[in-house]
Each structure stands twice: as C-alpha cells, then as structure tokens.
C-alpha cells in the first residue's frame, strides 16, 4: 500500500510538470519562472530515487521517478530556451534604441 501511495504522490507532482512546460513553451519567456524553485525538485527526485537504491527498495515506483526527471528535464529545457528568447528580445530592444538617431 505504501508504494502505490508514493506512485499516487509522484504521479499528481508528475502531471503538473507536463503543463508547466508547456504553458512556458506558449509563454516564451523566462519571466516568472523560478529557476530555484525547479532546482529544489530536481534535486528532490534525485534524492527520491538516490533512497530507492541505498535501502535497496528497488520496485515499479523507481519508474515513477524517472518519467518524472524527464519531465522535469523537459522544464528544464524550455526555461533555457525561455531565457534565451529573453536575451534575443532585449538586444533587439537596444540595436532599435542605439539605431534610433534624433538629428536636429
């Protein structure tokens, strides 16, 4: 009962992870998105799946975990190109400014 209830547990995590990175994806920028907070839980299912192996509790769950890190690698993913849409759009914000000449 203990794993199916840890599947339930990361499988409502897991779902959200999908959605994030595609309301990212549509958003196309980095704005708002914590990179910490998306750091914790990566480091939160490697730690999840780092205690599966040390107290040799290896079942389907240990799935569960993996599904989940691609997920999260899929976030990953998108916030980086996120980013870089960010810094693409700000440099042609300066070219225009820096381009843009009053003469008098």
Same mark, same amino acid.
Request: aromatic residues 16%.
């Given at each position: 009962?203990? #794993?199916?209830?840890? /599947? &339930?547990?990361?499988?409502?995590?897991?779902?959200?992870?999908?959605?994030? /990175?595609y309301?990212?994806?549509? @958003?196309?920028?980095?704005?708002g998105?914590?990179? !910490?907070?998306i /750091?914790?839980?990566? @480091?939160?299912?490697f730690?999840?799946i780092a205690?599966?192996? &040390?107290s040799?509790?290896l079942?389907?769950v240990?799935?569960?975990?993996?599904?989940?890190?691609v997920?999260?690698?899929?976030?990953w993913? $998108?916030?980086?190109?996120n980013?870089?849409?960010?810094?693409?759009? !700000?440099?042609? $914000?300066v $070219? #225009?400014?820096?381009?843009? &000449?009053v $003469?008098?």
């Amino acid at each position: 009962m203990a #794993e199916l209830l840890e /599947a &339930v547990m990361l499988i409502c995590f897991g779902l959200s992870w999908p959605l994030n /990175a595609y309301k990212n994806y549509r @958003a196309g920028t980095a704005a708002g998105t914590s990179w !910490q907070f998306i /750091a914790l839980i990566t @480091a939160g299912y490697f730690a999840g799946i780092a205690a599966k192996f &040390v107290s040799g509790n290896l079942n389907w769950v240990l799935i569960v975990y993996f599904i989940n890190v691609v997920c999260i690698a899929a976030n990953w993913l $998108v916030y980086f190109r996120n980013r870089r849409l960010d810094a693409q759009r !700000q440099t042609e $914000v300066v $070219v #225009e400014e820096e381009s843009f &000449v009053v $003469v008098a």
